[in-house]
């Protein structure tokens, strides 16, 4: 089990620049969850993908942000234009729950680290 | 609605002592809960896990109890080392994927 990957480990661009994040969750694990984890907000979701379906994405900021997952092996998080406030480490986390079960737990990957600068 | 409180941090303390960070929650239903933990430059990992009252979770010498009249999941380890310094996040999880996590505790073991 390799766990989820992320990709890249650390990201650093300028403002205004386009950002993609990119996951792969564990293989059989059909809910994907994008996290962004700050020190002044803490860990917030973004959005949440069942069977590659998004079914919340209200924590999505703003328009500049945008989540796909085009199968069920892998999804990206993009940030155009990206901002100074962007910042932030972002996590992809994967479960094997469907819509109703809850009692399997996330899995994180390592994050992403995003500098904006 | 559904919540989860954490004692603050940071917590200091020396090798083998008692840990014990309190973990209270709200929720509607019959949720799950969870202790993760976070070392440096890492992801959350599950530490431990109660899917029903009066469940005990137990890892790595850390257990928490799942204790519905309380509404309380603490974590407790016996005897801490300094390798166990880090961000400890508890949670909860709701039918309908929906997690909600505190906002952590940072642990921090001296020798």
């Known amino acids: 089990d390799a766990g989820v990957i992320q990709s890249p480990r650390h990201e650093v661009t300028e403002m205004g620049q386009e950002v993609t994040l990119r996951c792969k969750p564990i293989?059989?694990?059909?809910?994907l969850f994008w996290y962004r984890q700050t020190m002044m907000r803490g860990l917030e979701l973004l959005i949440y993908?069942?069977?590659?379906?998004?079914?919340?994405d209200s924590g999505m900021p703003e328009d500049r942000f945008s989540a796909k997952m085009p199968n069920a092996s892998f999804s990206t998080l993009k940030i155009q234009p990206s901002e100074p406030r962007d910042s932030a480490v972002y996590f992809c986390a994967s479960s094997p729950n469907d819509r109703g079960s809850h009692n399997s737990p996330l899995h994180f990957g390592n994050g992403t680290r995003l500098t904006v600068t | 609605g559904n919540s989860v409180t954490q004692m603050e941090g940071p917590v200091t303390l020396s090798e083998e002592a008692f840990l014990t960070i309190n973990c209270t929650y709200t929720a509607t239903g019959y949720p799950s809960l969870f202790w993760y933990v976070q070392y440096p430059g890492e992801g959350l990992q599950l530490l431990l896990k109660?899917?029903?009252?009066?469940d005990k979770g137990s890892n790595k010498g850390f257990e928490a109890t799942y204790r519905k009249e309380t509404t309380s999941f603490h974590l407790e380890k016996g005897s801490v080392q300094v390798s166990d310094s880090a961000v400890y996040f508890c949670?909860?999880?709701?039918?309908?994927?929906?997690?909600?996590f505190g906002t952590g505790t940072s642990l921090t073991v001296i020798p």
């Open positions: 109660a899917t029903k009252a009066d």
């Open positions: 293989s059989g694990h059909n809910s």
């Open positions: 993908f069942n069977n590659n379906v998004p079914i919340d």
């Open positions: 949670a909860l999880g709701k039918s309908g994927n929906q997690f909600y």
